[in-house]
Each structure stands twice: as C-alpha cells, then as structure tokens.
C-alpha cells in the first residue's frame, strides 16, 4: 500500500538530519535495498520480529519485508498560508501525504539559530509547534470559507441532501478553526467523517509530534522537561509522540548492525529511533501486517485495519481480489505454537475464511481465486 508519512519542522530542528538517517538506514537494510522514488522521497523496511521468527522457522529463500514511506516536505515559514517563501510547495507537499511526522527541537543549543534568527540557547517547543500548525490552520480555514458561502446557499434554498450535509460539517468545523486548533480535535460520527474526507483538509491528517532530543538526554525522554510540554500539548490534539535522538541516528545508520546494537545498549536503548518512528507512523495510519508464508517465500504485507479478505488479496494482485474464493489462515501465534501449517491443521486451527472475514494483524494467508 502506497502510503507515506510527510517530515516537517521549522529550520534547524534537526528534520534533515532525521531524513537523511532514514534514507542511510534504508540503503543498507540487507533484505529490501532503499529506494528512491524521488529526491526527496525514501522508502525504509518496517521493522518486524515476526518475520525474522518466520524466516527461521520456514527457511525461504527469500525474505521480504513490508516497507513505508516517508517524504521530506519543503521548509515552512511564517506567512506559508499566504504563499511566503515556499508555502505553496509546503501545502502542496502536505495535501499529498497521509499523516504528518512534525520535529521538533527538544534541547538547548547555543549554537544553533532559532527560527526568524531568534538568538540564545534555551528554545521553545510550543512557539515551534504553534508556528507551523497556525499555517495549517489558516490554510484549512480559507478552504473551509470559500465552501462555507457556496454550500450554504445550496443547503438553504435546494434543500439538497448532501449539501446540508456538508454545512453542518462545516458549522462545527469554522469555529474551531477561527479559534486556532486544529480540525483533528473535533469529534465527528460515522457520516460526518465521509463528509470530512471530502474536504482535504490538513489539519485533519493525523500526527506524530518527534521530540529531537540531545544525545546525552535520549535514554531518559521522561526526565526531559521539554518533552512533558509536547506529550502534553500532544494529548490535546488527539496526537502521538515519539523521542529520538536525529544525531544519534545520523551516527548509528553508518554502522553495521552489531555495532548498531552495541551503540544502541551503551546508550540505554533498545532499538533505534528509525525504527521506532517507522513503526509508530505506520501505526499512525492505522496499518497493520499479514504474512504469506513458503519455501519460495516469507514475505510481509501492509494492510489497512478493517480490509475484509478480498481486498487483502487485492494488495497482492487484481487478479486475487477479482477472482477471490477464499482465504486459508493461520495465526502466527498457532504457528510458532504449534511449528508447522501441518500440526496447526491437525490442531484445527486452520481457517477457511470468506469474503466477508476481516483481516487481523499477523494473519498467515495463502488465497485461492480463479479468474
């Protein structure tokens, strides 16, 4: 599934740095080579014990892991709404992305400029934050307007069905807008939420707040004052936050994975930032991983929680979803419990699944189909 994660920040908050050890990690993952889809776009693994355990158990001879997408979005500036600077590029870069990964600086650094060459050590994660989501914001709130006047007159004098639909959405959605939060605090039912879809807005995209946190603080996120201020402003927004370290990750993606995890255990950690910020924002979008399992072939596939069987089939090929009959499934509990699809069978944990079953995180399947 081609979904991505687009990186934002305010200049020197480390959003670089953070990119260019993504896009390091992925060159030299062994089984599933970065590639780059575009200058500024990289495609790293995400991290999976399972298949490591399938792998070990099945001896394929061939292993592929499911991968993600992240994309480093152009810099923001104040005043990006109105097309300052490289706004209208930042939009657009933010329109075609699923969620939205935001770093932020979480350390003191004399030696580093603060946005709008703000001088002194001490920063401000809160001013940072609020400066790129005002811009969202702003952005969001002149689309919302420009709908708002059209569709009221419809609503009003047509009496169309989904036109009143869409005024109310945007009645609950212009006020909090005008308030300055983003339209990711609002509570929407079911068929708000179709309407809401329709409306591209970007502060509805989902979020994952990266504290950048110094070196010698990484180990211990939870003593880090700055780190309490964005899991607080967090937790508002309905949005997530992981804590990394940018230049420990741009030092540990140029070592081999033993002395990654020597590194890694020096320093307090049990694995790395990337792999841990791939993992979070693949969650982030609701995603989760099915495996097909042979001889051939261990390999791992994204899906969207709540996809029925067909439309898993259908991440493999057409072909699969259009000609699907069933699904035989198996558990990746059962067979590591039970150590073969034989003895799972016999154990009658074996599924034949139909058209209407939906797919769990760590399913095995292997579909049947005629086309």
Known sequence: MALTAGIVGLPNVGKSTLFNA????????ANYPFATIDPNVGMVEVPDERLNKLTELIKPKKT???????????????????????????????????????????????????????????????????????????????????RYTRVEKVAR????????????????????????????????????????????????????????????EVGMPDNIEYVK?????????????????????????????????????????????VDLLTRAAYHLLGLATYFTAGEKEVRAWTFKRGMKAPQMAGIIHSDFEKGFIRAVTMSYDDLIKYGSEKAVREAGRLREEGKDYVGQDGDIMEFRFNV
Do not use: C
């Not at 047509?158 to 509570?187: C, M, Q, W, Y």
């Not at 502060?203 to 707040?209: A, D, I, M």
């Open 22 to 29: 993504i896009t390091k990690a992925g060159a030299e993952a």
């Open 64 to 146: 592929v892991p499911t991968t993600f997408e992240f994309t480093d979005i152009a810099g923001i500036v104040k005043g990006a709404s109105r097309g300052e600077g490289l706004g209208n590029k930042f939009l657009a870069n933010i329109r075609e992305v699923d969620s939205i990964v935001h770093v932020v600086r979480a350390f003191d650094d004399e030696n580093v400029m603060r946005e709008n060459n703000r001088e002194g050590a001490f920063i401000d994660p809160m001013a940072d934050i609020e400066t790129i989501n005002l811009e969202l914001i702003l952005a969001d709130l002149e689309s919302v307007n420009k």
């Open 157 to 216: 004098t047509a009496k169309d069905k989904d036109a009143v639909a869409e005024f109310n959405v945007l009645k609950k959605i212009k006020p909090v807008l005008e308030d300055g939060k983003s339209a990711r605090t609002i509570t929407f039912d079911d068929d708000e939420l179709k309407v809401v879809k329709g409306l591209f807005l970007l502060t509805t995209k989902p979020v994952l707040y990266v504290a950048n946190v110094s070196e010698d």
């Open 229 to 273: 201020q964005i899991r607080e402003f967090a937790a508002t927004e309905n949005a997530e936050v992981a804590v990394i370290s940018a230049r420990v990750e741009e030092e540990i993606s140029e070592l081999e994975e033993e002395e990654k995890a020597e590194f890694l255990e020096a320093i307090g950690l049990s694995e790395s930032g």
